[in-house]
């Protein structure tokens, strides 16, 4: 596949998810309860557009993984990226510290060259 071609085909794909989303956000009043509707479309928003950089695909703009990736580049700007302090700050927020130190590895990678 062609470099062209394969644009063109992410293109398309971000024109029907667009379609669908909009579609899905039209019926949804009628369908279901407003609190999961916010929830639903929280959701599906969050997952648009991530990047994958190195191999490794950014986290939503919502949810725990994203939380610890904001905790990361915080702590990366302090110069406290070492897992010591990621632990810490792990134990002091009441994440799951196997997780984050999981996180932390793909931020790591997704980072590689400007860490």
């Given at each position: 596949?062609?470099?062209s071609r394969a644009t063109y085909?992410?293109?398309?794909i971000r024109n029907v998810e667009k379609n669908v989303l909009a579609q899905v956000q039209r019926q949804l009043p009628t369908l279901v309860h407003k609190g999961v509707q916010d929830?639903?479309?929280r959701g599906i928003a969050?997952?648009?557009?991530?990047?994958?950089q190195n191999g490794v695909l950014e986290p939503?703009?919502?949810?725990?993984?994203?939380?610890?990736?904001?905790a990361l580049d915080k702590l990366h700007a302090e110069g406290k990226s070492d897992l010591e302090h990621?632990?810490?700050?792990?134990?002091?927020?009441?994440?799951?510290?196997?997780?984050?130190?999981i996180e932390f590895?793909?931020?790591?990678?997704?980072q590689s060259g400007q860490v």
């Open positions: 596949m062609t470099a085909d992410r293109s398309i929830a639903l479309t969050a997952n648009h557009e991530r990047k994958v939503a703009t919502v949810g725990k993984c994203r939380e610890v990736w904001n990621i632990r810490r700050y792990a134990a002091a927020n009441g994440w799951n510290t196997r997780n984050t130190v590895y793909l931020w790591r990678r997704f």
